[in-house]
């Protein structure tokens, strides 16, 4: 008898545990970043959710720019389009240690972690993921190359938000990728040798961009007024993708200070 009451009670604690989860009907208020929302209940209280298992790139505001990550502006804006002043619902996981509400959140019948992570909008948080299903719309993002995958060494927010620098994590990239090529060499040094000289010059290009490679290694940089010098106009121009720095398009990006 004993032994029955055990079993029984472990089934019980299975099933509590197996629908704990909490559904919650509202509606978004506002979209803070591309993982954090608020939410207004049907009690007419607002409680601040944080999307559970993903990570958005980060971003505070527009003005300022060096705070923010790369795509963290575009992660918000996917964000605010499926989901702001609409309504939804709530899968709550439980409290962060900021003690915001830990959910997966449903607007207009779209699962909205899934969504950010499909467009390359950010990242499966491999520290608290529990649900590994989720890396499929991550890779599938990774093959397409959108969004944050667009980018050739995308930092992931959690480095970011640890103070790792754009340039010091390129550079680490650069030399793990050259490191491996070096070793493939050992069977086929004629198919790789062009790639490795290729990689080097790159590699050199990085340590040697300037002394002050930290201060604007930022792809955030938009206009020829926010750049230092001609340096890193050039960097921006090149290794970013602002075409706009070159409005006369031959090829010298910001020439009142390239000249």
């Known amino acids: 008898m004993a032994k029955v009451n055990c079993v029984i009670i472990f089934l019980l604690i299975s099933l509590n545990n197996l629908f704990s989860d909490e559904l919650l009907s509202g509606k978004i208020i506002s979209v803070i970043d ?3 929302i608020k939410f207004l209940n049907l009690n007419n209280e607002t409680i601040k959710v944080r999307l559970s298992q993903i990570d958005a790139p980060e971003f505070k505001s527009a003005d300022e720019s060096e705070k923010n990550q790369n795509f963290g502006e575009e992660s918000k804006e996917s964000l605010t389009s499926l989901c702001e002043g609409k309504n939804g619902s709530l899968d709550i996981r439980g409290t962060d240690r900021y003690q915001r509400t830990l959910a997966i959140l449903i607007c207009e019948n779209v699962n909205a972690n899934i969504h ?9 948080f ?12 991550q890779n599938t993002a990774k093959l397409k190359k959108v969004g944050i995958w667009s980018e050739e060494f995308p930092l992931a927010p959690w480095d970011f938000r640890a103070g790792k620098k754009e340039y010091d994590h390129r550079l680490e990239e650069l030399e793990k990728k050259l490191e491996d090529l070096i070793s493939l060499t050992e069977q086929n040094i004629i198919f790789y040798q062009n790639e490795i000289l290729e990689l080097n010059k790159k590699l ?13 290694i930022n792809c955030a940089k938009k206009t020829c007024k926010q750049m230092l010098n001609c340096e890193e106009a050039y960097f921006q121009y090149k290794e970013c993708g602002n075409s706009s720095l070159d409005r006369d398009k031959d090829g010298v990006p910001c020439e009142s200070i390239c000249n």
């Open 34 to 36: 591309g993982d954090t």
């Open 116 to 124: 950010q992570l499909k467009n390359g909008m950010a990242w499966v």
């Open 126 to 137: 491999d520290k608290y993921v529990t649900d590994y299903n989720l890396y499929e719309f």
């Open 204 to 216: 050199e290009g990085y340590k040697n961009t300037s002394d002050n490679k930290n201060d604007f």
